[in-house]
Structures are given as structure tokens and as C-alpha cells.
């Protein structure tokens, strides 16, 4: 993709013109990507839930699923979940690319296409979410976890809770965070005009949001997996943790889960 392209559509009718040069530019595909690919996520997650009422949908986990058929099912839960959460925190690493993109466009340079970058980000979550589901099959068979998707007791949804909370704090999770938070200088660094390398790109970008991010998305077995209320949450806290600018954010989201823990934990002693 080069500024030289800038002509190569005027046989068109005017307005096929003009929405080609504009889906030429890379920031306008960065956006169309992260919302496209954002809404794929929620939408197959609200199709899995269409046999739910609207508010079982928003409150509670979704029914359990066996068999075959089920594990397969539970893949496409984890690959929609990945997508629904995770593209809207990567969505600040794939405008840098494509404010860096743009720039090289208009000096006449060659660039590749955001969707690869999007690309190689996606393909590291969505192996996540194999091993994600092949854990989560691994674990209602074993009675760990209920047949809605959850923990089966409050001390092992505590203890998911603290152990993410103590990840928080973790130099491995800053480290991470800190290279999801300063997308502009690893591009800067590693800039690459081949589409396999910008692929690259992508996906060392998605191994840093992963070192980032893991402990927070094993969270949804304590909460239930295909937990509206919980998947909002959790993207929602993600995101903001990348677009911070210091680690007062995430220590208190690790303190806040650490107390949840305890909560749950403390909830089995005063019970018995």
C-alpha cells in the first residue's frame, strides 16, 4: 500500500472512489477492524446466550454444556470471550501502528495493512483460548468446576481471586503492561514494511498482552465463564490499565481482587 495507489481507483464512479480511498487509509481500517472484530465476539457470545432470558443473560452464567459437542462449543465461548475482551484493550496499540502508518502513506512509503497487525495480535489469544477451553474441559471433568461454568466452591473461587489480585503486583505483569502502554516506542524500534514482519509485530504485541492479562481472564472460572456482568468488567478494567501511565490502577485492581478473595474465603468459615 503506497501514496502511488492514490490514483488507481478514478475509473470508478465517484463515490466508489472516495470510499476506497478512504478505506485505503489506515486508521480508518484500524477502527473498522477493532469494532468489526469486537462486535464478531459479543455477537457470537449473545447467539450461545439467545436461549437465555435477557436478564439470566446479564446476570448469571450460561447453562452448562457436555459432550462432544459441548467442548467444541466451549472453544467457540473462549474464541468469542478472547475477541470480545481483548480486541477493545489492543485498540490503542493498533492506532499507533496506524498513526504511524498513515504518516509513511503520505510520504509516498509502503506499509501493510493494520488487519495483519490485528492479525498476529488475534492469533496469540485465540491460542490462548485453546488451552483456555482444553482447561476448562480438563476441569468440569474432574467436578472442579460446576456445569454453569464456575468454580465449584468458594474456596477455590477465593483463592482464583487472590492469586490473580497477587499477580497484580508481579515485576513479569509490569513489565508486560509497560510494553502494552508504550506502544509508539516498540514500533518505532522494530518498524518492519514486510506483511510477515508487521505479522510479527502483531504478535509479540499479543505475547506482551498476554504476560499482561492471563491471570485477569482466568478469573471468568471463578465467575463463571460467559458472564456478561464479569466480561464487561474485566475488558473494561484492561483497557484502562493500558491506558494508564502508572501502576497506582493496577495495584489497586490486585487489592481489590485479593479482597474478593478473602471474601469468598472468609464466606465457608462463617458458614460452618
Known amino acids: 500500500m503506497t501514496a502511488a495507489h492514490s490514483h488507481s481507483l478514478t475509473h470508478l464512479p465517484p463515490a466508489a472512489t472516495r470510499l ?16 468489526a472484530l469486537t462486535s464478531l465476539g459479543w455477537g457470537t457470545l449473545g447467539l450461545m446466550s439467545a436461549e437465555q432470558s435477557f436478564l439470566s443473560a446479564l ?13 467444541a462449543m466451549i472453544w467457540l465461548m473462549w474464541c468469542a470471550m478472547t475477541l470480545a475482551m481483548m480486541l477493545p484493550t489492543a485498540g490503542g496499540m493498533i492506532w499507533t501502528y ?30 490462548f483460548a485453546a488451552v483456555a477451553a482444553a482447561l476448562q474441559a480438563a476441569l468440569i471433568r474432574a467436578g472442579v468446576l460446576t456445569p454453569t461454568f464456575a468454580a465449584s466452591s468458594a474456596l477455590l473461587s477465593g483463592a482464583i481471586f487472590i492469586s490473580a489480585g ?20 516498540f514500533f518505532f524500534v522494530n518498524w518492519t514494511t514486510s506483511a510477515r514482519g508487521v505479522f510479527r509485530l502483531g504478535f509479540r504485541q499479543g505475547l506482551f498482552c498476554l504476560g499482561c492479562c492471563w491471570a485477569m481472564m482466568l478469573v471468568m472460572f471463578a465467575a463463571g465463564a460467559m458472564n456478561v456482568v464479569w466480561m464487561a468488567a474485566l475488558g473494561a478494567i484492561m483497557t484502562i490499565e493500558k491506558m494508564s501511565t502508572n501502576v497506582r490502577f493496577t495495584r489497586a485492581v490486585g487489592f481489590a481482587f485479593v479482597g474478593i478473595g478473602a471474601a469468598f474465603i472468609a464466606s465457608v468459615f462463617f458458614a460452618s
Open 20 to 35: 476506497g480511498h478512504a478505506f485505503a487509509r489506515p486508521k480508518i481500517i484500524a477502527i473498522v477492524c477493532v469494532v
Open 59 to 71: 446476570c448469571r452464567p450460561a447453562a452448562g454444556l457436555t459432550g462432544v459437542s459441548g467442548a
Open 98 to 127: 496506524a498513526e504511524i502508518a498513515d504518516t509513511a502513506v503520505k510520504k509516498g512509503e509502503r506499509i501493510v495493512s493494520p488487519l495483519t497487525l490485528a492479525a498476529g495480535y488475534a492469533t496469540v489469544w485465540l491460542g
Open 166 to 185: 497477587a499477580y497484580q503486583f508481579s515485576e513479569f505483569k509490569h513489565v508486560c503492561l509497560k510494553a502494552c502502554q508504550q506502544p509508539f516506542q
